[in-house]
């Protein structure tokens, strides 16, 4: 039998109240910041916004869609390719436009200058066209000075928000919009993208959830519902490396005679840790990019919350009150794990969800301790 849990990477779980939100704005002009963790479905919810045309059937406007993916970047990459790029769809619909088309023309033999682009958007705008340009992982281009520069930023919001609604941006970052904007922050008095309404993923809610775990082939309970939410929380990908992991358990008998299978059959407790050792090295590549996706402060607090979690597993001593009393004053940071659905408050104090995370960070722990702001 098929393994129901796994799906193909374009495959959406439980987004649709954000891919309507987004519908919406490009409907009405307006730029998105979609901001989540790795693997939290950024990429597919972007992709589907060019995919099907039939959602904007509605509007008069004609939109024209050009998608780039700031992975590619390179260091040697300028704005000049940049915009010849994402320009490619508007040049080759505009081909039979006269008037249009030397309007490109000219932002050609210009190098892509600022004020000729924004003549073509004028002038398109005119003419009932909107250019949608979709950037995956803005956040990227952080790293290259020939885009990390106020040119750059600036002439994006400066297009997005002069050009009457024919030019809109919808980006994605693994970084929050605020984030975004405290790394740039230097390089201008205002933030580039507070223009823009942010589209948070965080973690899926119960209902979607539930309704992805109750498959009739799954055959699931409510207590391994329960098992699989606890360990994979609201991450769509654990949630389906979790449930998939489980079902393999139960449908393939991971044991190597009929006696071992009958006995693995009826404990359930062997099931559960043996999809959680399976979930997790399945896993542990996207844990550690997530991980790595977050800044010092934020990795400090996940860090704490782990350590008080974690204090019987810890040989070393530490100074787990201080910690724990530490903990409630980091509010930026809590608030920011929270919404992206990693901590969630048990009992009046915080832990960490979903708790698959707890084993990646024993290991990550071993190094995080040695520093002295934890030792007892």
């Known amino acids: 039998m098929h393994n129901p849990f796994i799906y193909p990477t374009n495959k959406i779980i439980g987004r649709e109240r954000e891919i309507n939100t ?8 307006q730029s ?4 989540g963790s790795p693997r939290s479905g950024k990429t597919s919810i972007l992709n589907c916004f060019s995919a099907n045309h039939d959602l904007y059937n509605d509007i008069d406007t004609k939109l024209i869609f050009s998608e780039w993916n700031a992975g590619l970047c390179t260091p040697e990459l300028t704005q000049i390719d940049f915009w010849k790029r994402v320009l490619i769809p508007l040049k080759e619909y505009i081909e039979d436009n006269e008037e249009l088309l030397n309007i490109y023309k000219k932002c050609e033999e210009s190098n892509f200058k600022s004020h000729q682009i924004e003549s073509l958007i004028n002038k398109i705008k005119k003419a009932g066209l909107r250019l949608v340009v979709l950037i995956d992982r803005l956040d990227i281009l952080l790293k290259y000075d020939n885009f990390n520069n106020h040119e750059f930023f600036a002439g994006l919001r400066v297009k997005a928000s002069y050009g009457e609604s024919a030019f809109v941006l919808v980006v994605t970052a693994n970084i929050s919009r605020n ?36 498959k009739k082939q799954a055959k699931f309970e409510e207590t391994d519902r329960n098992f699989i939410k606890n360990l994979a929380g609201g991450h769509p990908y654990l949630l389906q490396i979790v449930a998939s992991s ?3 358990v139960r449908e393939y008998e991971m ?41 010092r402060d934020i990795q400090e607090v996940f860090s704490s919350i782990a350590f008080v979690q974690n204090r019987d597993k810890l040989n070393d001593k530490l100074n787990i009150e201080g ?14 794990l929270e919404k992206y659905g ?3 408050k048990d009992d009046g104090d915080w832990c960490i969800y979903p708790s698959i995370f707890l084993q990646f960070m024993f290991f990550i722990s071993k190094d995080e301790y040695k520093r002295d702001k934890y030792r007892a």
């Open 22 to 29: 987004v519908i919406g704005r490009i409907v009405t002009g």
């Open 32 to 35: 998105t910041f979609i901001s």
């Open 179 to 214: 984030k975004f904007d405290e790394k740039t922050k230097g390089l201008v008095g205002s933030p580039y993208f507070n223009f823009m309404d942010e589209i948070i993923l965080g973690a899926l809610s119960d209902k979607t959830i539930d309704e992805f775990l109750c």
């Open 246 to 248: 489980l079902w393999e």
């Open 255 to 295: 044991a190597v005679s009929s006696l071992e299978v009958r006995e693995y059959e009826n404990d359930i407790e062997k099931q559960y840790s043996a999809a959680e050792s399976s979930s997790y090295a399945k896993a542990e590549n996207t844990l550690t990019n997530i991980w790595m996706s977050w800044e």
């Open 323 to 336: 910690i724990k009393k530490e903990i409630p004053n980091r509010k930026t940071e809590l608030s920011e």
């Open 342 to 344: 990693f901590i969630k």
